[in-house]
């Protein structure tokens, strides 16, 4: 069967080409590292260079928690029977489905025939894991495989802000399986929490830190893909047809930005801190001018212990057409005080 791989996903900030870069400051900079803590995991890009370690991945997004299960969780799986189960659904006949997934998102994001298959696949691969068919892990890469091989054929510029009108909507999906081709720590643990309510209960060696940086929030351009994880079938509103996210809302793309950096640094439990950072380059919207000051994250670092700055000229993807010069990726290191 045809592989995906965790890179093969469009996400704004996704650092899989700075993977490089952040791995080369740890390995020259930071000593006995065995645990890593990714607490803004996103697509989970940046804990995939570090699976040799013990893994706490965490994302407030319930479509990244899932994909982080898939990817990193410690749960033995079954290759052969999600293969087989993959392979099910792509030959399945969904032409006479109804269901809450085609009723909402027909012939907009997807053709009317894929919307039928996606909503048949999410209300069935429950059902697997309600009859203990599958656990939570096999459960956790079907759903995995869905959202990447949607993202694949989807009518978007990258993120589901919007569709594009007019496109030419393929009529089928084809599920992938997802490429675990490495060795995890037999005690991962993956979770779906608001960082700041979870820093200090976690101890580890490095608490890497990539939260928003903008006004922009994950859950608005990813509104959909959150709609089929949490699989509640709310009502939708709009042309862009998105629920009600106002308890998704991240502090952290707010004027509150850097209080909330400053108490999640206080609460962390670790020896060092890796932030990443970007400063955006120059915006002409300003709502994609950063939230947090070089100067407000190195008080609120050296508070904490010795800083050290790493740069790298980077642009990260954006589906936006504004100017956007002169982009650095900044990682913040701090050695914390013991």
């Not at 696949?121 to 059902?127: A, E, L, P, Q």
Request: aromatic letters at 12%.
């Amino acid at each position: 069967m045809e592989l995906i791989n965790i890179s093969n996903r469009r996400y704004l900030g996704n650092k899989y080409k700075l993977l490089p870069f952040i791995k080369g400051v740890v390995d020259r900079h930071c000593t006995d590292v065995h645990s890593f803590f990714d607490v803004f995991a996103g697509t989970g890009a940046v804990a995939s260079a570090f699976t040799n370690c013990r893994l706490f991945v965490n994302d407030l997004m319930r479509s990244n928690y899932i994909t982080s299960l898939a990817w990193f969780s410690s749960e033995p799986f079954d290759k052969v029977k999600v293969i087989e189960i993959l392979n099910y659904f792509n030959n399945y006949d969904a032409s006479d489905e109804c269901n809450y997934f085609s009723e909402t998102f027909s012939n907009t994001y997807f053709s009317r025939i894929v919307c039928q298959k996606i909503g048949y696949i999410r209300d069935t691969v429950d059902k697997y894991l309600s009859s203990e068919r599958i656990n939570q892990r096999e459960w956790a890469l079907i759903i995995t495989s869905l959202f990447y091989s949607m993202d694949r054929i989807a009518a978007t510029c990258g993120h589901y802000d919007s569709f594009i009108q007019g496109a030419n909507l393929p009529k089928e999906i084809n599920l992938r399986l997802p490429n675990i081709d490495y060795t995890l720590a037999p005690n991962n643990i993956i979770l779906n929490s608001d960082a700041n309510a979870i820093a200090d209960t976690i101890n580890c060696d490095i608490a890497y830190l990539d939260p928003p940086y903008n006004s922009r929030q994950y859950c608005d351009a990813y509104h959909l893909l959150e709609n089929l994880a949490l699989w509640e079938k709310p009502e939708v509103f709009g042309v862009a047809r998105k629920m009600d996210r106002t308890q998704m809302k991240s502090e952290y793309c707010r004027t509150t930005a850097s209080a909330q950096l400053e108490e999640l640094v206080d609460k962390l439990n670790t020896r060092y801190i890796l932030l990443s950072y970007n400063n955006n380059g120059k915006k002409l919207q300003v709502r994609s001018n950063a939230k947090i000051s070089d100067e407000e994250i190195l008080r609120i670092l050296s508070a904490k212990g010795e800083v050290k700055i790493f740069t790298t000229d980077y642009r990260p993807f954006s589906a936006g057409k504004g100017e956007n010069t002169g982009n650095q990726e900044r990682l913040f290191l701090c050695d914390v005080q013991r």
